[in-house]
Nanobody
């Protein structure tokens, strides 16, 4: 069993940075690949980025490449999403998930409650 808690969301101006954190409970965290998704009002939950259990492989949605960076610290049971050059269209609730590096939500076993990111123009 893995419990996930996101933090770091908030209001930021367009062009600014923000770093999200996802703290996980459970000693098996380091064995789980992890992902970040986001969901804007009235839209589906979309893939943002994913990282292998070791951190050696990362994956990004095309629109995030070069702006977002996923990383993890297994000693701290935490995965991060560094977001730079934020745009108003990045406004969404951001979720972390454990269990896969897939781009589909159904592949993941555990989800956090989400953290709101709002980018003002």
């Amino acid at each position: 069993q893995v419990q996930l808690v996101e933090s770091g969301g908030g209001l930021v101006q367009a062009g600014g940075p923000l770093r999200l954190s996802c703290a996980a409970s459970g000693r098996t965290f380091r064995t789980y690949p992890m992902g970040w998704f986001r969901q804007a009002p009235g839209k589906e939950r979309d893939f943002v980025a994913a990282i292998s259990w070791s951190g050696g492989s990362t994956y990004y949605a095309d629109s995030m490449k070069g702006r977002f960076t996923i990383s993890r610290d297994n000693a701290k049971n935490t995965v991060y999403l560094q977001m730079n050059s934020l745009k108003p269209e990045d406004t969404a609730v951001y979720y972390c998930a454990a269990g896969s590096t897939s781009r589909t939500t159904r592949a993941y076993d555990y989800w956090g409650q989400g953290t709101q990111v709002t980018v003002s123009s």
